[in-house]
């Protein structure tokens, strides 16, 4: 059999912990043996990132920018105990925060549906897709405890002197204030991704603020997005049989719980936050997870919303088996060869992913699975296999 041929290598960064052990189980047993596999290589564990003083993550960030699709292993984002553990010359900034903010983009999670793994939402058929925005808003607050009696006041001083003031509150007694910001540029950023990524899934787009009460603030959002949509993208949409609507996020929180799914809610930073770990755990698993970074650019970054799965990682190294479910980390893989094959005109790629997509679904399927979902299955009887085993099974199907 020939190996399917690439024609531009993937950004490929490698991580850390049991996440870094199945993304190599996956490069051999899954990849090599049927794609004449492509990739531009960045070691993103954290020795090397100490070794090179991240250097490596902002080359790796580069190169997504320049290649156009890149695909992540989990990475540790150190603190006080990982800098001892490692003998770290510091606390490196977290890798994703780092390529986010060079890359300017917006993260898409989305959950992978398997028979036998139920949503708790009975109705929800299809995926939800939640589109976070990642930059301002309380994430990058200034906050005052107000002692006691006093006013608080906004000023904005014009970089010609001109001024704006207005008062938050006349206080009688103690209480607390902030100040929020967010950037036209970084909003229409935000648009751009959702409207490319809708387009790009053939899915519905929904936005949602609470403009009836921030009637400057949010009301800049959704004024940003319909410019945008009106300029950009209306007609595409209305070609490819999609919409997009705004509403008020507590209507659209009462319309996803009675919806199918099968759309994309973008959501301000701090509802992104929240919902998006509600959809996840409503949907079953965060293993279950995919997450695609989609710069305004069109540059993509595909990786697993889990993190490094520590834990299962002390257990392997104290010699045990280890039941790690490899799934997102699969998707990661296949998300950006399925968009390395549309740029490039590669049917044959697109056509693998799809296949292996579809290999590790049935495997679940079939009754072999992973501990976390043999817990959670509804499937009677479920094999629990060890992460190995699990990627072998996929393996074989395939
Ligand atoms: P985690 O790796 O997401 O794991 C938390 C727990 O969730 C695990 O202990 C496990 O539960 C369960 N779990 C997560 N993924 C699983 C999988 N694939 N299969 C089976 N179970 C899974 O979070 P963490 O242990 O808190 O963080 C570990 C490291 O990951 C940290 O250093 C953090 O900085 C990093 N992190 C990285 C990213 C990223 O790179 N995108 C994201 C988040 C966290 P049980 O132990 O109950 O089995
Ligand atoms: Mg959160």
């Known amino acids: 059999m020939t190996k399917i041929q690439m024609k531009t290598p993937l950004v490929e960064m490698d991580g850390d912990e049991m996440t870094r052990i199945i993304w190599q189980l996956i490069k051999d047993e899954l990849l090599a043996p049927h794609i004449d596999l492509q990739t531009e290589y960045f070691d993103l564990g954290l020795a090397n ?86 930059y301002g808003d309380i994430y990058k607050n200034v906050e005052i405890v107000v002692p006691g009696a006093g006013k608080v006041e906004l000023v904005y001083t014009g970089a010609d002197g001109a001024e704006i003031r207005e008062l938050v509150h006349e206080f009688a007694g103690p209480g607390v204030a902030q100040g929020v910001h967010n950037l036209d ?47 950009e993208y209306a007609d595409a949409f209305a070609q490819a049989g999609i919409q997009y609507f705004y509403t008020l996020i507590d209507d659209a929180v009462a319309r996803v719980m009675k919806a199918k799914g099968g759309f994309i809610w973008a959501c301000k930073n701090y509802d992104g936050d929240v919902m998006s770990d509600m959809v996840s ?15 305004p650019a069109g540059v993509y970054e595909y990786e697993a919303a889990h993190g490094t799965v520590q834990r299962h990682y002390y257990k392997h190294l104290d010699g045990q088996p280890t039941s790690t479910n490899s799934v997102a980390t699969i998707f990661a893989w296949t998300g950006a060869l399925r968009k390395r094959g549309e740029l490039d005109g590669l049917c044959e790629l697109v056509a693998f992913a799809d296949r292996l997509e579809r290999a590790t679904l049935d495997t679940i399927e079939s009754g072999k699975m992973t501990g976390d979902l043999a817990r959670i299955t509804t499937i009677d009887n479920p094999v629990t296999l060890t992460t190995e085993e699990f990627i072998r099974a996929i393996a074989e199907r395939l």
């Not at 909003?187 to 949602?208: E, G, K, V």
């Open 49 to 134: 990132r100490d070794a090179t003083d991240d250097q490596v993550t902002v080359d790796a960030a580069h190169a997504t920018k320049r290649l156009g699709v890149g695909v992540k292993c989990a990475t540790i984002t150190p603190n006080a105990a990982r800098v001892q553990e490692y003998g770290l010359k510091e606390m490196w900034k977290s890798p994703n925060g780092t390529i986010r903010a060079m890359l300017d983009g917006t993260v898409f999670r989305a959950p992978i549906l398997v028979k036998g793994i139920q949503p708790v939402v009975r109705n929800w058929e299809k995926p939800i897709t939640i589109a976070r925005h990642a």
């Open 185 to 231: 540029s970084s909003i229409t950023s935000f648009a751009h991704s959702c409207f490319r990524y809708a387009l790009d899934t053939n899915q519905d787009l929904w936005f949602s603020t609470k403009d009836t009460i921030s009637k400057k603030y949010d009301h800049r959002f959704k004024d940003i997005f319909a410019e945008v949509y009106e300029a």
């Open 281 to 295: 755990s409503a949907f079953g698993s965060l293993a279950m997870m995919t997450s695609v970074l989609v710069s």
